[in-house]
C-alpha cells in the first residue's frame, strides 16, 4: 500500500471549547494565582514589619519623601487627650497630634509616631469622648503597625508598576500619600478595638466611642463591599459588640469639648 501524506486538519490547533467558557475559566485562574500572591505578600510583608525597631521606624520616617510636612498642633488639649490614651497604649515610641486643614472627615497615623487629624472631623466633634475614641484608634494602628505594613504594599505595588512600565511608578509610591492611607478591613475593626480598649482605661468608659461613626453613615453600605475601610453601621455594630462582651462601662456621662 502506498502511502500518500496529508496536511493536517486546519482545526488541530483550534480548541473545541467555547470561548465564552475558556475565557471564565482564565480568569478563575488569574484571580486565584492573584490571590495566593497577594497572600505571600502579605505573609513577607508582615514578617518584614515585625522585624522593624522603633529606632530602625524613625529613621524610615525621617528618610521618606512626604507630601505634608509634620507640625505639632499648639493645642494643649490636643496633647493632654493624646498623652491621656498613650499611657494606657504601651507604644515604644512617643507620639505628637497634628492637625491638618481639610474639610473631609478623616484621621490617620504615619510612620514615626505621628496622628494626624483633619479639621473637618474635629469640627464634627461634641465630645472629648468622640475626639478619645479617633486617637485611640489610630494608636491601634501603631499597636499592630499596620501604617508600615500599608507602606510595604505600596513600596511593593509601586515596583511592579515600574517594572511593567506604568508612569506611576516607584518613585510616586515612596511619597506616603498620607492622607490616602489605607488599611485592610480587619485591621480597622482590629483598631475599633483597641481604640475602645485603650478608651476605657484611660477614662473609664467608653460613653461615646461610636457617636462619630453613626454621624459618618450615610446608609450605603453596599459601596463598602470590597473596600479597605469596612461599612460604619457594620464597624458601629461589631464594636457595640465588643463594648458588651468586654463589658465596658458606657453609663458614665460624656466629657464636654474644650477648645482647641
Known amino acids: 500500500m502506498r502511502y500518500s501524506p496529508k496536511l493536517p486538519d486546519d482545526t488541530v ?15 478563575v485562574s488569574l484571580a486565584v494565582l492573584a490571590g495566593i500572591g497577594y497572600f505571600l505578600m502579605g505573609a513577607l510583608i508582615s514578617a518584614a514589619v515585625a522585624s522593624i525597631t522603633p529606632q530602625q521606624e524613625q529613621k524610615l520616617a525621617s528618610m521618606l519623601s512626604m507630601d505634608m510636612q509634620y507640625v505639632e498642633t499648639n493645642s494643649s488639649y490636643l496633647r493632654k487627650v493624646t498623652e491621656k490614651l498613650t499611657q494606657c497604649a504601651d507604644l ?40 478619645a475614641f479617633i486617637i485611640g484608634h489610630e494608636l491601634g494602628h501603631f499597636k499592630h503597625k499596620d501604617h508600615l505594613k500599608s507602606l510595604g504594599y505600596r513600596i511593593i505595588f509601586g515596583a511592579v508598576s515600574l517594572m511593567l512600565g506604568s508612569d506611576y511608578g516607584l518613585a510616586s ?53 470590597i473596600a479597605t475601610h469596612p461599612g460604619f453601621k457594620a464597624r458601629v455594630k461589631k464594636m457595640k459588640r465588643e463594648i458588651k462582651e468586654k463589658q465596658y462601662n458606657t453609663t458614665v456621662k460624656a466629657l464636654p469639648l474644650q477648645k482647641f
Not at 490547533?13 to 480568569?27: C, D, H, R, V, Y
Not at 491638618?100 to 484621621?107: G, H, I, K, R, T
Not at 514615626?112 to 465630645?127: A, F, H, W
Open 13 to 27: 490547533n483550534i480548541s473545541q471549547e467555547k470561548p465564552l467558557s475558556m475565557a471564565i475559566k482564565l480568569t
Open 92 to 131: 515604644p515610641y512617643e507620639i505628637h497630634i497634628a492637625v491638618m486643614e481639610d474639610a473631609e472627615l478623616n484621621a490617620f497615623a504615619v510612620p514615626g509616631g505621628v496622628i494626624y487629624v483633619t479639621s473637618g472631623i474635629l469640627s464634627k466633634m461634641e465630645s472629648e469622648n468622640e475626639l
Open 173 to 225: 509610591t515612596m511619597t506616603l500619600g498620607i492622607s490616602s492611607a489605607k488599611y485592610s478591613q480587619s485591621a480597622e475593626f482590629a483598631a475599633d478595638c483597641f481604640g475602645l480598649q485603650v478608651m476605657q482605661c484611660a477614662y473609664g468608659s467608653v460613653t461615646d466611642a461610636t457617636r462619630m461613626f453613626e454621624k459618618m453613615d450615610s446608609g450605603d453600605e453596599w459601596r463598602y463591599f
